[in-house]
Each structure stands twice: as structure tokens, then as C-alpha cells.
């Protein structure tokens, strides 16, 4: 039994062999178009003069030196780390679902939360908001009543795919979510003392985080079973 089969379970043509290529030079592929960008990705970066390159290069805890500690980040590194769980997982399922006509809208449901997730991966991940909270006024609440319109337009464009896995768990997650933001905006880290605004702030938003990820990849789980399946959604 091949490791990489030329058909799927149930005998359609794997992903690389519709346009008439073996899934051996797809996958060959994928892989020089990655090596080529990263190569090509640090060539720029040790090009452009504006930035030290060991700056974009080194892990920050490093540059900051004697000031890091391993724990420095703890639970926004985790949150990072399940907005791209979310994200990765999501688009490998939405594509394996593309290719079934039937199951097209499901996975356009599993792509917008892909790219959903992975912008806000990208914000948690280099700090968007806070940056441009400092380079233009209001700058973070344009941004996150974006993100907010983004969620609700999520949820409304796809009730009928939610609606069979359950729309309770989203719309919590947003809501945490939106709670962290009001935080945020408030700046109640500013004007109260103590921990619990912390716990507030960054606690309900990483649990919105978890619980995202969690119904995510139980959907992911339950859309691409219904199609091996022949159930819709």
C-alpha cells in the first residue's frame, strides 16, 4: 500500500494528478517552491539596510539578553500557537474538500476560518494592533471593530453549516474574545491594580483562543467525515 496514494478512499484522483501530474512531482513541487521563498525571504532581509539583520532573525527573548526568561510570553505564545493549529488544520481539510463538488461549501466554511485565524494569528504574533495603536489614533479600535464585523459576517454567512455542528460554542468564543478587547480598549490593566484585570484581559481571551481552536477542529473533524461519508452539511 503506497504511502501517498494516487487516489483517494474513494477512487477519486489524488490532489496533482487532475492537471496530469503524479503526486510524487506535486509534492516535489511544493517543496522547491517553499525552499526557493525561504531562501529568497532571507536574501531580502540581509539586503535591506533599515533593520539589523540579526534583529529579524534571532528569537526576541535573545535580544533582549539578560532582561528574557523562558516564561516571558507564556500564554500569548500558546495562544499563537492554537490560532495556527487552527488555521493549518482547517485549510488542509478545506482543500482535501474541495475536490468534492458536493462539499464545496464546506470548505469555503473552512477557509474563511483559516484566514481568519491565521490574520489574527499574524496580530498576536507580531503585536498589529499595538503597533498601530502607537502610529495612528485609534488605530487598534479600527482594527478590531474590522475584526469584529469579520466574526459576525463568519457566523452569518455560514448558519447553515453551523447549525449542524452547533453555533453555541463560536459565538461564546467570540464573545471572550470581545471581552478581552473591551479590556483592552478601557485599558483596565491602566486603572485598576492588581491581577485580575490581567487575568481579565489576556485570561478570557486566550480561553476564546482554546475554545475557537477546539470547535474548529471538531468541525474540521465532522465536515470531512460527512463527506467520506456522503453526508452533507
Same mark, same amino acid.
Given at each position: 500500500?503506497?504511502?501517498?496514494?494516487?487516489?483517494?478512499?474513494?477512487?477519486?484522483?489524488? #490532489? @496533482?494528478?487532475?492537471?496530469? *501530474?503524479? /503526486?510524487?512531482?506535486?509534492?516535489?513541487?511544493?517543496?522547491?517552491?517553499? !525552499? =526557493? &521563498?525561504?531562501?529568497?525571504?532571507?536574501?531580502?532581509?540581509?539586503?535591506?539596510?533599515?533593520?539589523?539583520?540579526?534583529?529579524?532573525?534571532?528569537?526576541?527573548?535573545?535580544?533582549?539578553?539578560?532582561?528574557?526568561?523562558?516564561? #516571558? @510570553?507564556?500564554?500569548?505564545? *500558546?495562544? /499563537?500557537?492554537?490560532?495556527?493549529?487552527?488555521?493549518?488544520?482547517?485549510? !488542509? =481539510? &478545506?482543500?482535501?474538500?474541495?475536490?468534492?463538488?458536493?462539499?464545496?461549501?464546506?470548505?469555503?466554511?473552512?477557509?474563511?476560518?483559516?484566514?481568519?485565524?491565521?490574520?489574527?494569528?499574524?496580530?498576536?504574533?507580531?503585536?498589529?494592533?499595538?503597533?498601530?495603536?502607537?502610529?495612528? /489614533?485609534?488605530?487598534?479600535?479600527?482594527?478590531?471593530?474590522?475584526?469584529?464585523?469579520?466574526?459576525?459576517?463568519?457566523?452569518?454567512?455560514?448558519?447553515?453549516?453551523?447549525?449542524?455542528?452547533?453555533?453555541?460554542?463560536?459565538?461564546?468564543?467570540?464573545?471572550?474574545?470581545?471581552?478581552?478587547?473591551?479590556?483592552?480598549?478601557?485599558?483596565?490593566?491602566?486603572?485598576?491594580?492588581?491581577?485580575?484585570?490581567?487575568?481579565?484581559?489576556?485570561?478570557?481571551?486566550?480561553?476564546?483562543?482554546?475554545?475557537?481552536?477546539?470547535?474548529?477542529?471538531?468541525?474540521?473533524?465532522?465536515?470531512?467525515?460527512?463527506?467520506?461519508?456522503?453526508?452533507?452539511?
Amino acid at each position: 500500500m503506497s504511502l501517498f496514494p494516487l487516489r483517494g478512499p474513494r477512487g477519486e484522483a489524488a #490532489l @496533482g494528478e487532475d492537471h496530469g *501530474l503524479s /503526486a510524487t512531482a506535486t509534492t516535489a513541487l511544493i517543496v522547491a517552491a517553499v !525552499f =526557493v &521563498g525561504a531562501v529568497l525571504l532571507v536574501a531580502l532581509l540581509a539586503l535591506q539596510t533599515r533593520v539589523p539583520f540579526p534583529d529579524l532573525t534571532r528569537d526576541p527573548l535573545a535580544i533582549m539578553g539578560k532582561k528574557s526568561a523562558p516564561h #516571558l @510570553g507564556f500564554l500569548s505564545n *500558546l495562544g /499563537a500557537l492554537l490560532w495556527c493549529t487552527t488555521a493549518a488544520v482547517c485549510a !488542509f =481539510v &478545506g482543500l482535501r474538500l474541495m475536490r468534492d463538488r458536493d462539499s464545496r461549501r464546506r470548505s469555503l466554511f473552512l477557509f474563511a476560518v483559516a484566514g481568519f485565524s491565521a490574520v489574527l494569528l499574524f496580530d498576536d504574533l507580531f503585536m498589529v494592533h499595538e503597533n498601530l495603536k502607537l502610529r495612528m /489614533a485609534h488605530g487598534d479600535i479600527a482594527l478590531f471593530v474590522v475584526y469584529g464585523i469579520s466574526a459576525f459576517c463568519y457566523i452569518g454567512a455560514f448558519r447553515g453549516v453551523l447549525s449542524h455542528i452547533g453555533v453555541f460554542a463560536p459565538l461564546l468564543a467570540v464573545a471572550l474574545l470581545g471581552v478581552s478587547v473591551a479590556a483592552d480598549v478601557a485599558k483596565l490593566t491602566d486603572q485598576v491594580e492588581g491581577t485580575w484585570p490581567w487575568v481579565l484581559e489576556d485570561g478570557s481571551k486566550f480561553v476564546g483562543i482554546a475554545l475557537w481552536t477546539a470547535f474548529h477542529l471538531r468541525a474540521a473533524w465532522i465536515l470531512d467525515a460527512g463527506r467520506r461519508l456522503g453526508h452533507e452539511c
